[in-house]
């Protein structure tokens, strides 16, 4: 095993570099920048040191990154709400704490998925695990459990590029992965030994093995097992490795990634044209043999029938290339679905008909929908997974993440005193009514608020 831990899968080795220019194009900066010769487009024949004037000179319009970010803002304006329902008091405290700090490292719920998906449009998948503290030794009771800290459960959430072998039944779901991450560190402020560690991690639907390998300054070991058990999940029978995928055609970085290259290319030849259209070229028009040195600091003797002048381009393809550039930006958020900010000529006409603008955002809303719905069955099923190996005694569930419009809780108020005004004889509909509005409110308050704010609900509505 130790031999063949560090495998690739097929579908990894295709992807890994698409991955990568993906990362770059999302993060832009200095990161672009220092990849730049990846993607900037050497012309024929052009000559090396050009090349390299080029690439020093290389700059980036990042339209991408700035739509994915928006879209995880948007959709994570208001958090998801975590509804739980039983007797479990424990459960409940656990779950109020778990969604303040879901990774052991101050990260809410909200904002670890808010990460999650922004993974997701850019490689088109996420992967979060879901981890138990390790305890050596068996456990008694559930008490001692929560004493040790055992049954706190947490996440980690992973890249695709860090998924690096996989198989998986027949009905898509995993049978065993391989998780391969990387870290570099020294042991202490005194040690001038580097350590490069590279850590393979083998779960399976019921176990884990972690190998390690570790280069330290120039001389490499072999991977070695390190730690291996039964995981969390091992009684529910499943891989503790939860996937969030969207859709082919909702995958933003796939969609828009090459119109990203092809302005980064045609913005960069522009910006080259122009700042050698600064430097004007002298030019000398005679019959005889010309071989004088041309400079700041020299002068040229002309014949009676010679003439000298200076040239510049006429800007005719500096125009030219300037419109379409404003249409392949425009193309980037038609293409992601937010052509009413793109800022162009075709946006300034969506906002000239109150209805196109209605209609542009309609789509945006529907694309920001699907998004929440890939969120919240992703984290129903960590969720439940979690509650079903701890064994509390609690049904989960997830909403939200369907309202975009900062003004939109006034309709939604009215439209609830309407539905409360026809009369309908229904306590269980009054109940979950109210619940929804108050924690669409008090989206903001902690976890424990909240189900202190269901029970109260609850109780002011007798059963039976």
Not at 191 to 200: A, D, V
Not at 263 to 277: D, I, V
Not at 355 to 360: E, F, H, L, N
């Amino acid at each position: 095993m130790e031999a063949q831990i560090d495998r690739e899968h097929p579908d990894y080795v295709a992807k890994k570099t698409t991955w990568r220019t993906y990362r770059d194009l999302y993060v832009g900066g200095e990161q672009l920048k220092a990849n730049a010769a990846y993607y900037l487009v050497r012309r024929q024949r052009e000559p090396l040191e050009v090349y390299a004037e080029r690439l020093s000179r290389v700059y980036y319009e990042n339209y991408i990154g700035s739509i994915v970010d928006w879209y995880a803002a948007t959709l994570f304006r208001r958090e998801p709400l975590v509804l739980t329902e039983g007797d479990d008091e424990e459960g409940k405290r656990f779950i109020a704490e778990f969604t303040e700090d879901c990774d052991l490292r101050g990260s809410s719920l909200s904002e670890f998925f808010r990460g999650l998906l922004i993974e997701a449009l850019i490689s088109g998948t996420a992967y979060v695990l879901v981890d138990f503290p390790r305890v050596r030794g068996p456990l008694g009771t559930r008490a001692e459990e929560e004493a040790l800290g055992a049954s706190r459960a947490y996440l980690v959430g992973y890249s695709p590029t860090e998924l690096i072998n996989w198989s998986r039944d027949e009905r898509g779901n995993f049978d065993w992965v391989v998780i391969r991450t990387h870290r570099t560190y020294r042991e202490s402020a005194a040690s001038e030994e580097l350590i490069q560690e590279t850590r393979w991690t083998y779960y399976d639907r019921t176990g884990f093995r972690v190998y390690r390998r570790q280069r330290i300054n120039e001389t490499t070991g072999v991977p070695e097992l390190v730690d291996s058990g039964r995981h969390g999940l091992a009684k529910q029978q499943r891989v503790p490795l939860f996937e969030m995928r969207v859709p082919e055609g909702l995958w933003l970085m796939n969609k828009a990634g090459l119109l990203q290259l092809e302005h980064f290319n045609k913005a960069n030849a522009l910006s080259w044209a122009l700042t050698m259209g600064l430097f004007a070229s002298p030019v000398v028009y005679t019959d005889r043999e010309w071989n004088q040195i041309v400079g700041e600091s020299y002068y040229i003797q002309l014949g009676p029938e010679d003439r000298f002048g200076w040239t510049e381009p006429e800007g005719k393809v500096f125009t030219i290339a300037a419109e379409n550039l404003a249409r392949l930006q425009e193309e980037i958020y038609r293409v992601c679905y937010l052509l009413s900010q793109a800022g162009g000529r075709l946006s300034s006409a969506a906002l000239q008909s109150g209805i196109s603008k209605q209609r542009d955002f309609a789509i945006t809303q529907e694309v920001l929908r699907t998004y929440g719905d890939i969120v919240k069955d992703t984290m129903k099923r960590v969720l439940r997974s979690i509650v079903a190996a701890r064994e509390d005694g609690l049904a989960v569930d997830v909403s939200g993440l369907e309202e975009f419009d900062i003004g939109d809780f006034s309709a939604e108020l009215a439209d609830a005193e309407r539905l409360l005004s026809l009369g309908i004889p229904s306590e269980t509909l009054r109940k979950q009514l109210f619940k929804k509005l108050a924690f669409k409110y008090l989206c903001d308050v902690r976890q424990e608020v909240k189900e202190r704010i269901a029970e109260e609900i609850e109780a002011a509505f007798p059963k039976g």
